[in-house]
């Protein structure tokens, strides 16, 4: 398997407070290996909405580490992704599904059987 990870919500919060170290720790081993790390803008719009600026320095050293993408939230997917909510109103959690699919890798995030409802195609690596 190809070690790469999307992060959803929970995993940039978990790396922004250091809650448990796991999310970190994931992510470094990704990079370690020559995989790659994927962040939907979506994410992280969310977690820097609610995250005091005291914490953000480590999203923003996350985000600008060689292997991290920022996938960006643009017209040319807005279809894709309102298919796959069918419904939904969480924009986050459709943008973290699409890019599962277009890396094909795991979700890192707290929230797996929630995302798994959107494609049952999907791999998830649950924060403990």
Same mark, same amino acid.
């Given at each position: 398997?190809?070690?790469?990870?999307?992060?959803?919500?929970?995993?940039?919060?978990?790396?922004?407070?250091?809650?448990?170290?796991?999310?970190?720790?994931?992510?470094?081993?990704?990079? /370690?290996?020559? @995989?790659?790390?994927?962040?939907? &803008?979506?994410? #992280?719009?969310?977690?820097?909405? %609610?995250?005091?600026?005291?914490?953000?320095?480590?999203?923003?050293?996350?985000?600008?580490?060689?292997?991290?993408?920022?996938?960006? /939230?643009?017209? @040319?997917?807005?279809?894709?992704? &309102?298919?796959? #909510?069918?419904?939904?109103?969480? %924009?986050?959690?459709?943008?973290?599904?699409?890019?599962?699919?277009?890396?094909?890798?795991?979700?890192?995030?707290?929230?797996?059987?929630?995302?798994?409802?959107?494609?049952?195609?999907?791999?998830?690596?649950?924060?403990?």
């Amino acid at each position: 398997m190809i070690p790469g990870r999307v992060l959803d919500v929970s995993a940039l919060v978990d790396i922004a407070v250091a809650k448990t170290e796991y999310s970190r720790s994931v992510a470094a081993m990704c990079l /370690f290996r020559g @995989g790659g790390i994927c962040v939907p &803008a979506t994410s #992280l719009a969310a977690v820097l909405s %609610i995250s005091p600026m005291s914490t953000q320095v480590e999203l923003f050293e996350l985000v600008t580490t060689p292997g991290v993408r920022i996938d960006d /939230f643009t017209h @040319g997917k807005v279809g894709d992704i &309102a298919e796959i #909510l069918d419904g939904s109103r969480d %924009i986050t959690a459709g943008h973290v599904v699409w890019c599962a699919r277009a890396t094909r890798w795991p979700i890192l995030t707290d929230r797996g059987a929630e995302l798994a409802q959107y494609d049952q195609h999907i791999e998830i690596d649950p924060l403990p």
